[in-house]
């Protein structure tokens, strides 16, 4: 596994542990292709206080145009937008 990799692994993991910990969802297993919009959040103010998560967990500035169904659709769509912002 190179470094990215694992990085990469490592914002997954840390990304659905905060997911599944704030926002439990019976009935329904978190895999990275899970549609957060459709199938975890309860409501809006689940993607605000995942923004703010992010924010503070990796060091990544969102804008209100970062904040669409593109970068929300699921885990492995976050992980692409936080590995892209925080690459060297």
């Known amino acids: 596994m190179n470094p990215a990799e694992s990085n990469d692994r490592q914002i997954f993991d840390r990304l ?6 704030e926002f439990p ?12 919009l459709d199938e975890w959040f309860v409501d ?10 992010i924010e503070r967990e990796f060091g990544v500035a969102m804008t209100r145009a970062d904040i669409n169904g593109e ?3 699921d885990i492995n769509s976050l992980v692409a937008f936080i590995g892209a912002r925080t690459a060297d």
């Open 16 to 21: 659905r542990q905060y997911l599944e910990d």
């Open 71 to 73: 970068t929300f659709q």
């Open 44 to 53: 809006s103010m689940g993607i605000i206080e995942t923004v703010i998560f």
């Open 25 to 36: 969802n019976q009935g329904v297993e978190l895999a990275g292709d899970t549609r957060l």
